[in-house]
């Protein structure tokens, strides 16, 4: 099978990258039905396995690119119906990160998708995560910082010929205090955005291990997830959710 690998990234951190992996992820595997594999490339400070609730494993992806055991034997199945390659939660020596691009080279043919979730900067270790992938979607937020940032990895992508399947403004709180989002769209001057809102049940999900579309789906935060997975997969998302999900979607937690 053709294996779509996908970075997400970003510039600033804090934006909502692990948090979008997690939940495309999740999107994918379930939804579409598409075999996935969410890689922590956050080599030097990981959490997407925290996310998914995972903690101890007995290899990480530090083991695999030290090149002390295969790929295969990283990758741990989930709960979430998607594969996990995880980081590692003890502080690494790791200083190459240029096995990346073979590692994932190995992987290709066993999935329909490999989400590759990047620390925030733009340096070496993002680097090297473009340098092995041929798509990516940059998250940002409102603001000028982050949209400073995206526009920085926007053109890092560009100058590797990696294709941009989207970016993701994350966290809109429509408060007068951030970029609006006619004036976010001017500057990023691209073709295909999504507005993720600012969603008191992401943070409840995350304390709660799981990706907030599997616990909420019709929340507002997981609808834009929902439809961003659908995208990424060709699809068009038509929201279906009864009056009686709504209101669920209301009083949830
Ligand atoms: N749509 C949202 N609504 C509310 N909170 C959100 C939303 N998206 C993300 N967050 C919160 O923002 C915080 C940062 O998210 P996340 O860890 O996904 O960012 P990150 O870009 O991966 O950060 P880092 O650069 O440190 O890896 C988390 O605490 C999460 O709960
Ligand atoms: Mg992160």
């Not at 030097?44 to 090149?67: A, C, E, M, R």
């Not at 290709?108 to 270790?125: K, N, V």
């Not at 979607?137 to 560009?158: E, F, G, M, Y």
């Amino acid at each position: 099978m053709p294996t779509r690998k996908i970075a997400i990234l970003s510039g600033k951190g804090g934006v909502g990258k692990t948090t979008l992996t997690s939940n495309l992820s999740y999107v994918l595997a379930n939804m579409l039905e598409q075999k996935t594999l969410a890689v922590d490339a956050n080599f030097s400070t990981p959490d997407l396995s925290l996310h998914s609730g995972i903690y101890f494993t007995k290899f990480n992806i530090v083991d695999v690119l030290k090149n002390s055991i295969k790929v295969e034997k990283a990758i741990v199945p989930t709960h979430l119906n998607f594969d996990l390659l995880p980081g590692s939660l003890t502080l690494s020596s790791l200083t190459s990160f240029d096995r990346i691009k073979n590692v994932l080279s190995e992987l290709t043919g066993s999935y329909d998708f490999i989400l590759l979730d990047c620390p925030a900067g733009l340096g070496r270790e993002v680097k090297n995560v473009i340098n092995s992938v041929n798509e990516a979607i940059v998250v940002t937020n409102p603001d000028l910082p982050s949209i400073v940032n995206a526009l920085k990895s926007l053109k890092l992508c560009r100058d590797f010929g990696v294709e941009i399947d989207c970016v993701v403004v994350n966290r809109i709180k429509s408060s007068k205090y951030e970029l609006a989002r006619r004036k976010v769209s001017e500057m990023l001057d691209f073709e295909k955005i999504f507005f993720v809102p600012e969603d008191k049940n992401v943070p409840k999900s995350i304390t709660n291990k799981l990706p907030v579309v599997k616990i909420n789906p019709f929340s507002p935060a997981s609808r834009e997830f929902i439809k961003i997975g659908y995208d990424l997969a060709g699809l068009e998302y038509r929201i279906k959710s009864s009056v009686f999900d709504k209101i669920l979607s209301y009083f949830k937690f």
